[in-house]
Structure formats: structure tokens, C-alpha cells
């Protein structure tokens, strides 16, 4: 079996076209993914490996991609980290305690991702895909 097209890119091996894949924000057009996101918030979506294999996903179905961009949110090393962050419709990321000096610094933690998110490492497997050489990659 052939490696997946987006793979031999990435190794600068010749390709008959140039591969495509959507980054998670390109879901957002989605009408699935909006009516999903009605009914859970975007860290429960991340949370939940079923949710987040299914909105990976959505775009590589609607669209035919060769390749996937594992749906997470950029604020989940930073909740592993030991920083409480809210999600505020219309605003953004919300730190409860900004880091301010160094001792809020030295009191990060190093996340550890089986530790701090499992969920995501658990939703590859469930969405179908996989890492790296396959028939279909996940990034």
C-alpha cells in the first residue's frame, strides 16, 4: 500500500498533487459542527474522544481532504499546565490568575500529555485515522 499522500509531502517525495487538509477552524463552516457546538462547549468537545474523532472528521467527509488536523484547542497545554482558563463566548481565553511574576513561573507545571490530555490521545484511535504512515493521516 502506497503512503498516504500528505505523508510523502511531508518527505519532500514527488506527488502527483498537492495534498489538502483543513485545520480544525475550518470546521466552523460546518452546519454539523455548529449545531453540535449548540449543545457542548468547545473544551467538552476536546474532552469527549467520540466528539472530537467526529468533528475531526466532518471536514475530511464534507470535503474529501487527504488529511486531518486532530480537533483540539491551543488553551489545553495551558489547563495541563496548572492555569484555570475560560472560554468565554465573544472574548476569548480567560485567565482566572495571569502569571505575573516569577514565582507564578516556577509553579507551571510540565503537562505530561497522557496525564493532561488522555482524551485527545484517545479520540486518534477513535476517529479511524492514525498518525503517521496510514491510509489516512491525522496531524
Not at 471536514?59 to 499546565?81: C, E, N, S, T, Y
Request: glycine content about 6%.
Amino acid at each position: 500500500m502506497a503512503e498516504p499522500l500528505l505523508t510523502r509531502a511531508c518527505r519532500r517525495e514527488p506527488v502527483e498533487r498537492t495534498p489538502v487538509w483543513f485545520m480544525r477552524q475550518a470546521g466552523r463552516s460546518l452546519p454539523e459542527y455548529r449545531e453540535l457546538r449548540k449543545h457542548h462547549s468547545l473544551f467538552d468537545v476536546c474532552r469527549q474522544p467520540e466528539l472530537c474523532a467526529e468533528v475531526t472528521l466532518q471536514p475530511v467527509r464534507a470535503h474529501g481532504v487527504d488529511a486531518a488536523v486532530m480537533f483540539a484547542d491551543i488553551m489545553l497545554p495551558v489547563l495541563g499546565m496548572g492555569i484555570d482558563v475560560e472560554l468565554v463566548e465573544g472574548v476569548g481565553p480567560v485567565v482566572e490568575r495571569p502569571i505575573q511574576s516569577l514565582e507564578d513561573v516556577e509553579r507551571l507545571g510540565i503537562p505530561d500529555p497522557e496525564e493532561s490530555v488522555p482524551f485527545i490521545l484517545e479520540a486518534v484511535p477513535s476517529s479511524g485515522l492514525q498518525a503517521g504512515p496510514s491510509p489516512s493521516p491525522v496531524t
